[in-house]
């Protein structure tokens, strides 16, 4: 089925360590975030791409890194993972012009 | 810079209730406005767009219009149920950055009952 597709939907993650959360799409959409969701907050930006190999900062990017090297796959890499960054992180891509995004069913991240 | 208010919650409300969840925004020009909606451990689904003034967006019995002089797009529906329930997400995409990403209101928990 055409979409998102998100993996790992559950992480633990033991605080310093890092992984890779996934997230890839066949639409061939240029377009591709990345957000995490937390109560009360709403969904914050963390990355995002206008295409291969173009990645910008959002609102929230410290202690996660990405890269975008084909237009389906957009991983988010936790370089030294931390308990604040206990949230659910979902990746959503676009394709222009006036239509919305399109969200992966998301990935729930606990660090201790 | 860019930002959306939206009404806090919880709305708790009986089936067949008429709902309003209200929505602000900050922006520059005229950005595309978006309604999305998730259901409890569901990512997020498209409900509705507005891509200018005037412009209403509909789906599934909920409406909201793109008000450019109160730059507000407040979410309604006639009667809601309980299928309803669910986090409700105001959103906008700036003017002109068509590669920017969604900024997002911070979510209303919307709770029917029967």
């Known amino acids: 089925n055409a979409g998102v597709t998100q993996t790992p939907k559950f992480q633990v993650l033991k605080t310093g360590q890092s992984m890779t959360l996934q997230c890839a799409q066949d639409m061939n959409h240029e377009y591709m975030s990345w957000y995490r969701q937390d109560p009360g907050m709403g969904l914050r930006l963390i990355h995002y791409?206008?295409?291969?190999?173009?990645?910008d900062q959002g609102e929230v990017p410290n202690g996660y890194n990405v890269s975008r090297s084909t237009t389906e796959d957009f991983p988010l890499r936790l370089l030294s993972a931390a308990p604040s960054q206990t949230s659910v992180y979902f990746c959503?891509?676009?394709?222009?012009?006036?239509?919305?995004?399109?969200f992966g069913s998301g990935t729930r991240l606990t660090v201790v | 810079g860019n930002s959306v208010t939206q009404m806090e919650g919880p709305v708790t409300l009986s089936e067949e209730a008429f709902l309003t969840i209200n929505c602000t925004y900050t922006a520059t020009g005229y950005p595309s406005l978006f309604w999305y909606v998730q259901y409890p451990g569901e990512g997020l689904q498209l409900l509705l767009k507005?891509?200018?003034?005037?412009d209403k967006g509909s789906n599934k019995g909920f409406e909201a219009t793109y008000r450019k002089e109160t730059t507000s797009f407040h979410l309604e529906k006639g009667s809601v149920q309980v299928s309803d329930s669910a986090v409700y997400f105001c959103a906008l995409r700036p003017f002109n950055q068509a590669g920017t990403a969604l900024i997002f209101g911070k979510g209303t928990t919307l709770s029917v009952s029967s």
């Open positions: 791409s206008v295409g291969a190999g173009i990645t």
């Open positions: 507005a891509t200018k003034a005037d």
């Open positions: 959503a891509s676009f394709s222009g012009g006036a239509y919305g995004y399109t």
